[in-house]
T-cell receptor, first 111, second 114 residues
Framework: LAKTTQPISMDSYEGQEVNITCSHN???????ITWYQQFPSQGPRFIIQ???TKVTNEVASLFIPADRKSSTLSLPRVSLSDTAVYYC????????????FGAGTRLTVKP | EAEVAQSPRYKITEKSQAVAFWCDPI?????LYWYRQILGQGPELLVQ????????DSQLPKDRFSAERLKGVDSTLKIQPAELGDSAMYLC????????????FGPGTRLLVL
């Protein structure tokens, strides 16, 4: 299993760009990277997914360097409603039972 | 937008009692997951189904927990007997992907064992 490491918590202010980095040093060739967001008392929600380089959607961007040993979730101009826990997962696209959630990063956006 | 349904949303039970949770995945999603999430921690996978078959139940405490997905659609997770340490949020997720790249979670069932 590719293990991930994220900061436990981060603080930011409204309007700022937030970058959350996830380390996955032993990522394998078939592994892809997925980020989820979870609000209190709700199930996690898919944010973005990528394999290499950069992926962008209407919510976030995901930057993955060439060696793929880390990835960075970028949230542009955060608001108070972006306060949540963000999870980075690494999974093998050919092995459908090895994706695991870690403790995640608790992002607090302040006014 | 289709959603994963779970019931009940909240459950209070006494230890040694039996409790059951139900999940109805998004239509057409062959892969279904049950997770347990203790407050302050990430979700922990309990069991994964591909259609009606169990793919992974290595983290399921089989002496007291059971899960089934008889027709490959909705699923039930049962705990018997419940213990104090089972108090947690139980989450169901489904995925259209065999490898579960994208999982859609339900609202969860919060269990309190007294």
């Amino acid at each position: 299993l590719a293990k991930t490491t994220q900061p436990i918590s981060m603080d930011s202010y409204e309007g700022q760009e937030v970058n959350i980095t996830c380390s996955h040093n032993n990522i394998a060739t078939n592994d892809y990277i997925t980020w989820y967001q979870q609000f209190p008392s709700q199930g996690p929600r898919f944010i973005i997914q990528g394999y290499k380089t950069k992926v962008t959607n209407e919510v976030a961007s995901l930057f993955i360097p060439a060696d793929r040993k880390s990835s960075t979730l970028s949230l542009p101009r955060v608001s108070l409603s972006d306060t949540a826990v963000y999870y980075c997962l690494v999974g093998d696209i050919y092995n459908n039972n090895d994706m695991r959630f870690g403790a995640g990063t608790r992002l607090t956006v302040k006014p | 937008e289709a959603e994963v349904a779970q019931s009940p949303r909240y459950k209070i039970t006494e230890k040694s009692q039996a409790v059951a949770f139900w999940c109805d995945p998004i239509s057409g999603h062959a892969t279904l997951y049950w997770y347990r999430q203790i407050l302050g921690q990430g979700p922990e996978l309990l069991v994964q189904f591909q259609d009606e078959s169990v793919v992974d139940d290595s983290q399921l405490p089989k002496d007291r927990f059971s899960a089934e997905r008889l027709k490959g659609v909705d699923s039930t997770l049962k705990i018997q007997p419940a213990e104090l340490g089972d108090s947690a949020m139980y989450l169901c997720a489904s995925s259209p992907d065999r490898a579960g790249e994208t999982q859609y979670f339900g609202p969860g069932t919060r269990l309190l064992v007294l």
